[in-house]
């Protein structure tokens, strides 16, 4: 067989078993994605044991290419709220994440002060409890620096085949058992989060509003203040003006008079400010049925209006419509005219049905261009991503520089562009189908390569009896810090049990923890809290074991 088709055999054969082996439940507990890893060990075993052999520049390119696509997905996902984000939790986050870290360099130290395991061992057993392949990559470029001897070269690479495969499985079983000791509902958290998420926005209501006060007869609408500031500044839109019995649009240079009646939207307190300023609630709605003024919700595809203000766009006196709300990503924004618009923004519209189709060109309002997938952006995104993780960085003390690698680089790099949206015509917008699809098939590809890559070594190295006190001091090493950040995060910390996945994963900087997490239930928390804390965390796992050999060489 072509040895291109025997590697795309062998991945479609351990993906599919993998995936399979995933979904078995016991007890409503199950390795998720990481039954690919383990399915992939069998693989790569019975490969091996078949005299088999995988190109390994190749493997090593479906391999990275995958995990690639997993975090460059995730950072297009997660990039608009990132930033708000980490204004909100950054710190306590990446407080626990130092924490995990911290206490995995000081257990490793322990084990090698007390000479249970050698450094060269103990070094391959961090990076393989942690699953940071970069810190193995770190490890085996400060031997080298210090003049380490071969047999010493040797040691972090089997150490970290043999606690790899725990330090996923214990990623998922720390995430388990912290939601069985608190008896947590994903579900339940999920929607916690969602109404945590959306109370830092105002909530958009409604109220009919009569003109009782005599001092405002003959003003223009525009020119109407609440608590010194323009009331269209203050987030409150009259979208409806009934007067004389007729339904029209009102506009900025609309002269009110004494009887009538606004329909305005904003947040509550604005609405009352806005009624004690105008007279009196009226006592029965302004609906558009039976009138000539209809409402859409229009969904912005149009690249030429994307970061432009609502201001800017001067709808109203272009098409004599309004426009009463925006949702952005689920939630409701207040319309006021310095917004500036992104892709994918729904916007409800009021206007008459000539002025609505009007509008809707102007916004684009194409539900084809939502399910496309921008594919010029996206391999840009991709490839700035690589450039950015190859960047030596150069730190006072340290034997060699650091870089954040393949993970880091595509991750940081799509968190700046899902938060920009766009660049002129070139927009970061994913279809979340899409995302989800692209997501998987990294994560697949990644784990199911991993695990060929060293499963003949992880039988080999525990059948000849070296390899298990290194797997049996991984287990310490993966689950000691993971319990002990999950029980501070939410026995003391009462954080949300999504969030504190994405913490754990992403402090680990294990991918298959965060799709383990995500598979729980339909939250962007944990991919949240997984970006918050992934730089950090990924700079100070490339440090450890540089941090460690200095202690202790």
Request: charged residues 15%; hydrophobic residues 55%.
């Amino acid at each position: 067989m072509p040895p291109i088709a025997r590697v795309v055999l062998m991945l479609g054969l351990v993906s599919a078993a993998g995936v399979a082996l995933g979904h078995v439940k016991i007890r409503g507990v199950g390795l998720g994605i990481g039954g690919v890893l383990f399915a992939g060990i069998a693989g790569g075993h019975v490969a091996k044991q078949a005299g088999i052999a995988f190109n390994p520049e190749m493997m090593d390119f479906i391999r990275d290419f995958g995990l690639i696509l997993f975090v460059y997905t995730i950072g297009i996902q997660v990039g608009p709220g990132f930033f708000a984000a980490l204004r909100r939790t950054g710190l306590a986050l990446n407080g626990l994440a130092l924490l995990m870290v911290v206490s995995s360099i000081l257990l490793t130290a322990v084990l090698v002060g007390s000479g249970a395991l050698s450094l060269g061992s103990s070094l391959g057993v961090f990076a393989g409890a942690v699953t940071n392949a970069p810190a193995l990559a770190a490890t085996q470029q400060v031997l080298t620096e210090v003049g380490a001897d071969a047999a010493v070269m040797a040691l972090p690479g089997l150490a970290f085949a043999v606690t790899y495969p725990f330090g996923i499985a214990g990623n998922l079983l720390a995430m388990a058992a912290v939601r069985i000791l608190f008896r947590i509902d994903p579900e339940a958290e999920a929607r916690r989060f969602e109404e945590c998420r959306r109370a830092e926005v105002s909530t958009l209501e409604t109220m009919d509003l009569a003109v009782r006060n005599p001092d405002l007869a003959g003003r223009p609408l525009g020119s109407l203040t609440l608590m010194g500031s323009l009331m269209c500044d203050q987030g409150v839109v009259a979208s409806r003006l009934l007067r004389d019995g007729v339904l029209c649009v009102p506009r900025p240079d609309t002269l009110l008079r004494l009887g009538d009646v606004l329909h305005v939207v904003g947040p509550r307190p604005k609405l009352e400010q806005a009624r004690a300023l105008l007279g009196q609630e009226f006592d029965r709605p302004l609906t558009t049925k039976g009138t000539d003024l209809k409402w859409e919700r229009i969904v912005v595809t149009n690249s030429a209006v994307l970061g432009k203000s609502i201001a800017a766009l001067n709808l109203q006196e272009a098409h004599d419509v309004v426009v009463s709300r925006v949702n952005r990503s689920g939630v409701e924004l207040v319309p006021t005219p310095a917004l500036k618009l992104q892709f994918g923004d729904i916007l409800t519209v009021i206007g008459r049905p000539e002025s609505l189709a009007a509008v809707g060109k102007v916004f684009g309002n194409s539900s084809r261009r939502l399910q496309q997938v921008e594919m010029i952006p996206m391999f840009l995104g991709i490839a700035l991503g690589a450039a950015l993780g190859a960047i030596p960085i150069f730190l006072p003390g340290m034997p060699a520089p650091l870089r954040l690698g393949l993970a880091g680089g595509p991750l940081i790099v799509a968190l700046i562009l899902g938060r920009i949206g766009h660049i002129g015509p070139l927009v970061w917008f994913m279809p979340p189908a899409a995302n989800l699809a692209l997501r998987e098939i990294g994560i697949v590809l990644f784990l199911a390569v991993l695990g060929i890559a060293s499963g003949d070594r992880f039988i080999a190295t525990l059948a000849s009896g070296a390899g298990w006190p290194w797997m049996l001091w991984g287990v310490l090493v993966t689950l000691a810090p993971l319990l002990l950040t999950g029980l501070i995060a939410r026995g003391l910390m009462k954080l949300n049990f999504l969030t504190i996945c994405g913490v754990l994963a992403g402090a680990q900087t294990n991918p298959p923890g965060l799709a383990y997490a995500n598979a729980l239930v339909a939250s962007e928390a944990p991919a949240l809290a997984y970006a918050t804390v992934y730089p950090l965390a990924m700079c100070l796992r490339i440090l450890g074991p540089q941090i460690l050999v200095l202690l202790l060489w």
